[in-house]
């Protein structure tokens, strides 16, 4: 039961265009989201987050959309760098029970090409 | 920022033996610790969560006698993984609960039974 869902493993993208990287979820009680990127045998890092009340949240040349209806997130850099290939995973969280456990999608990996 | 580390960062070790890995908070203190697995090219399956001065929780699935999680201090969670095999090999991350929603992440330990 995949209750995040990245339905593209692998995008790939040319140096200063934009990447947009989607992810779906199932659970409407999920309240916060979150965007990690992750190199090869290194552990996440928090990219940009976004609650459940917002639809848009931006820092820098990342920007998350939410939209609640279609159970849908994306999160788009532009310009896209080199340096931005890594694996990125969204995760969704409920606060309900105040357990602070994330839930991952399976991760798209982005290549960006000089 | 927070700073999560592991120790070690790769071990190998022979088929029954036990290994333990440890997660710590460097500058900051953590009561609720995650530990998570990555298989190659899969998403990070929450194990257990860790809470300081209590048993672990364990997710659906996890052996608790296998996958032995203490959580003595307020910076430090351990993980043995007791009587190794080799399906036991992975990539293993801790995280450390930050504020409500967000965790940062170790940078893992590779886990390689021989």
């Known amino acids: 039961d995949q209750q995040v869902k990245q339905n593209s493993p692998s995008l790939s993208v040319q140096e200063g265009r934009i990447s947009i990287l989607n992810c779906d979820y199932t659970?409407?009680?999920?309240?916060?989201f979150l965007w990690y990127k992750k190199y090869p045998a290194e552990g996440p890092t928090f990219l940009i987050s976004i609650s459940s009340i917002k639809d848009k949240n931006e820092d820098g040349r990342f920007t998350v959309f939410l939209n609640k209806s279609a159970k849908h997130l994306s999160l788009h850099i532009v310009p896209s760098q080199p340096g931005d290939s890594a694996v990125y995973f969204c995760a969704a969280t409920l606060n309900s029970g105040n357990t602070g456990k994330l839930i991952f999608g399976q991760g798209t990996t982005l290549q960006v090409k000089p | 920022g927070a700073v999560v580390s592991q120790h070690p960062s790769r071990v190998i070790c022979k088929s029954g033996t036990s290994v333990k890995i440890e997660c710590r908070s460097l500058d900051f203190q953590a009561t609720t610790m995650f530990w998570y697995r990555q298989f190659p090219k899969q998403s990070l399956m929450l194990m257990a969560t860790s809470n300081e001065g209590s048993k672990a929780t364990y997710e659906q699935g996890v052996e608790k006698d296998k996958f032995l999680i203490n959580h003595a201090s307020l910076t430090l969670s351990t993980l043995t993984v007791t009587s190794a095999h080799p399906e036991d090999s992975s990539f293993y991350i801790c995280?450390?609960?930050?504020?409500?929603?967000?965790?940062?992440f170790g940078p893992g330990t590779r886990l390689t039974v021989t």
């Open positions: 659970n409407s009680m999920f309240d916060y």
């Open positions: 995280s450390a609960r930050v504020g409500v929603y967000e965790q940062y």
